[in-house]
């Protein structure tokens, strides 16, 4: 299973984001959910600050593009196979640094992506 960096965590249930952290616990995946508001989703307390996480295979973002750019070095520090950049958060900018440093992106829909069974 892909260790996940949910980036925009939440605890509200109406944000795509605490569906996403709920949807790939369900399909046995590891999640580090960072959010900027303390709380818990899914069992899990969601990260205020940049949490050193080993092994992460996959940052799925829920972080508006104008947003992202005081966490580039987090994001590309921590050298993910890969970025999903979900609808929204799309980054040309970031996508070309993450591509740079052999990250591929992903223009995507994690919900969909675990739904259809290509994540």
């Not at 996508?95 to 069974?117: F, K, P």
Request: aromatic share 6%.
């Amino acid at each position: 299973m892909k260790k996940t960096l949910v980036l925009g965590a939440t605890d509200n249930p109406a944000r795509y984001a605490y569906r996403a952290v709920h949807q790939l616990k369900s399909h046995g995946h590891e999640v580090v959910p960072v959010g900027i508001r303390k709380g818990s989703v899914a069992g899990l307390e969601i990260r205020n600050d940049r949490p050193a996480a080993e092994g992460v295979d996959t940052v799925t973002l829920y972080v508006g593009p104008q947003n992202q750019p005081d966490w580039y070095d987090y994001i590309l520090d921590l050298n993910p196979k890969r970025i999903i950049f979900n609808p929204g958060t799309e980054n040309p900018e970031l996508e070309e640094l993450a591509q740079q440093r052999g990250i591929q992106t992903e223009e995507a829909c994690t919900l969909v992506m675990l739904s259809v069974g290509q994540y």
